[in-house]
């Protein structure tokens, strides 16, 4: 399994931003996704999550600013970021609670990040 992601870059604060990742690979079924980010000397935090049936999840700091959604059919994840300021610019990781159509297991996978940076 191997997760993918895209969007990230420069923006100006009160800008905005999509994220995309997408789930590749031999896979049997995708059940959560989500959205981590890991800012210069911060650990990791949860940004949004998602079940398979649209149920959503945001960390206080981006309610009502940031909107994740999927598409299910195509493995996809985005992350839609609106009203961007400084307090935002991190690494972003979308992952994926995926089983592999190889083990048969559900696991965790992560996608190697994409860096996004609000400044003027």
């Known amino acids: 399994v191997q997760l993918q992601a895209s969007g990230g870059g420069l923006v100006q604060p009160g800008g905005s931003l999509r994220l995309s990742c997408a789930a590749s690979?031999?896979?049997?079924?995708?059940?959560?996704m989500g959205w981590y980010r890991q800012a210069a000397g911060k650990q990791r935090e949860l940004v949004a999550t998602?079940?398979?049936?649209?149920?959503?999840n945001y960390v206080d700091s981006v309610k009502g600013r940031f909107t994740i959604s999927r598409d299910n059919a195509k493995r996809m994840v985005y992350l839609q970021m609106n009203s961007l300021d400084s307090e935002d610019t991190a690494v972003y990781y979308c992952?994926?609670?995926?089983?592999?159509?190889?083990?048969?297991?559900?696991?965790?996978?992560w996608g190697l990040g994409t860096l996004v940076t609000v400044s003027s």
């Open positions: 998602i079940t398979s049936g649209g149920v959503t």
């Open positions: 992952y994926a609670r995926a089983m592999p159509r190889s083990n048969g297991k559900w696991d965790n996978y």
């Open positions: 690979g031999s896979i049997f079924a995708v059940n959560g």
